[in-house]
């Protein structure tokens, strides 16, 4: 698959999806998640596991911890002298290039379409940055060649639709797997085809595709444009049939942490042979003191831990007093929890002290969000 697929992330999608006051210095696809990771680290590590090495990341606003974490790319192995990685700014997006000052993907993507023109590849596969999963796209590539579409896009099918993945955009599929009309998830059936946002085209019919959207002025966004023209373009779906989450709200986001620390979910995501890669930080191990007690938790390297932790995320540097109890919690970095204090159905940015002796509970559905760099 190498040098056959180069790889598109937008994350200026339509309604910029956000969770809460976590995005609130950040874009969705840079926030910490399963202690060590960041959320866009699954769908770059998918392209880079699919042999994709050429991959346009287009950001949308607030980019600066994304570059930060991304750096150069060498830790996906994207740091080359041939294809690799490239971040584009939004600022781009603000240049008139002959089509007027619009917002919309369409204009992002055309205001660095001369990257797209000058890659080799045969085709393109454009992803978004919140779709949590991981899989290899060699299965839906060749799947997409064969089929003869225009346009590919890979759903999955669940059963859980009436209470998550709200607000995603679903599938009406025929017998031959051509998708018939594109809706909203509103809720109101268990039954629905989750569309992973992920589409596979050649990449000469999607920068045609680009120009002409441009040059009409009829949509902003490409999803948009693909609704719009199901009886006039070929829409093929394919089915991804394993673990998804769409990360677009902080139940979703504290829905997904806890998943993960169910040994099927975690060892799909993080014990397979797609390894999900993500920026090396190594510190020293974590230090569990004489009243440490930890059950059904993600530890991060380089804390202290003398408390209670059960069912909780505690990313690096993270230090918990003794007699603290956290429970169901996602700790960020640099935290520091005195004794005494007892968390539950909380969220922590990083850098929060907590006073010894405080309780901060949330809902289990809701959970208590605090934002970074506050004393308690």
């Not at 859980?160 to 709200?166: I, N």
């Not at 390297?301 to 603290?324: H, L, M, P, Q, S």
């Not at 919690?329 to 006073?355: A, R, T, W, Y």
Request: aromatic content about 10%; charged content about 25%.
């Amino acid at each position: 698959m190498k040098k056959q697929c180069m790889g598109l992330i937008n994350l200026d999608k339509k309604g910029n999806p956000n969770i809460s006051i976590l995005n609130y210095s950040r874009p969705l696809s840079s926030t910490p998640i399963a202690g060590r990771y960041r959320i866009i680290d699954f769908v770059l590590s998918n392209m880079v596991n699919s042999g994709i090495t050429n991959v346009g990341i287009y950001a949308r606003e607030k980019y600066r911890s994304l570059t930060d974490h991304l750096g150069s790319g060498k830790d996906w192995d994207l740091s080359r002298k041939q294809g690799g990685l490239y971040i584009f700014s939004p600022e781009n997006t603000k240049q008139n290039n002959g089509y007027g000052f619009r917002t919309g993907d369409i204009y992002s993507i055309l205001a660095n379409i001369d990257y797209i023109e000058k890659s080799t590849e045969e085709y393109i596969l454009i992803a978004p940055g919140y779709m949590l999963c991981s899989m290899d796209y060699r299965d839906a590539i060749e799947y997409h060649k064969k089929s003869k579409n225009d346009i590919t896009v890979i759903y999955k099918r669940v059963q859980d639709a009436d209470e998550e993945f709200l607000g995603c955009m679903t599938l009406n599929i025929d017998s031959n797997n051509k998708v018939l009309n594109i809706g909203g998830n509103i809720g109101a059936f268990p039954s629905a085809n989750i569309s992973m946002e992920t589409y596979i085209m050649k990449r000469t019919d999607f920068i045609k595709c680009i120009y002409k959207i441009a040059s009409l002025g009829t949509h902003s966004y490409f999803e948009d444009y693909i609704k719009a023209n199901l009886s006039n373009i070929k829409v093929g779906a394919f089915e991804f049939k394993d673990y998804l989450k769409c990360i677009n709200s902080i139940q979703s986001y504290a829905n997904a942490s806890r998943e993960m620390l169910e040994k099927e979910v975690s060892r799909e995501l993080f014990y397979s042979e797609r390894k999900i890669f993500t920026k090396d930080k190594s510190q020293a191990p974590t230090i569990y003191m004489k009243n440490a007690n930890v059950k059904n938790s993600f530890i991060a390297t380089g804390c202290k831990i003398d408390g209670t932790v059960e069912n909780c995320t505690i990313f690096r540097k993270v230090e918990i007093g003794k007699g603290a109890v956290i429970k169901n919690c996602v700790i960020m970095q640099n935290c520091k929890i005195d004794p005494g204090v007892v968390l539950e159905n909380v969220i922590f940015d990083k850098n929060i002290h907590i006073s010894e002796g405080k309780e901060l509970k949330g809902d289990n559905d809701y959970p208590m969000v605090i934002e970074k760099n506050q004393k308690l």
